[in-house]
């Protein structure tokens, strides 16, 4: 999977507006925690190239940019977890989901 950083605040009005036109993933993980690293396994695990063209792919070291993860929580208004999967169409979360609740069916299903 070829992700996207997402690494500075600017970064979230460019998810808004690529949103309008293609739905955008933002996988938030924390390095330091295993059920993160077993949440992103298993996204990893069933992704096929081909869904890059159906959502733009971001991802967020939550351990490099807490600030910037709380950023995020607060612009699409979502409680912050750890790991956290968000869904942004249109510049609005439509769907977000955390642990062992991260699905790629659930996630690929609100496409």
């Avoid at 993160?36 to 396994?41: A, E, G, N, P, V």
């Avoid at 249109?90 to 699905?103: C, L, P, T, V």
Wanted: charged share 25%; proline share 4%.
């Amino acid at each position: 999977m070829n992700w996207n950083k997402l690494t500075e605040a600017g970064q979230i009005q460019e998810i808004k507006t690529l949103s309008e036109e293609k739905p955008v993933l933002i996988f938030k993980h924390s390095t330091r925690c295993s059920i993160s690293s077993m949440s992103l396994d298993r996204l990893l695990r069933k992704w096929q190239d081909s869904d890059t063209e159906k959502v733009i792919p971001y991802f967020l070291d939550l351990i490099a940019s807490r600030d910037l993860s709380d950023l995020v929580a607060r612009e699409f208004r979502v409680p912050h977890e750890s790991p956290q999967v968000l869904l942004i169409r249109n510049g609005e979360a439509i769907y977000d989901n955390s642990h062992f609740g991260i699905s790629y069916v659930d996630l690929m299903g609100k496409i």
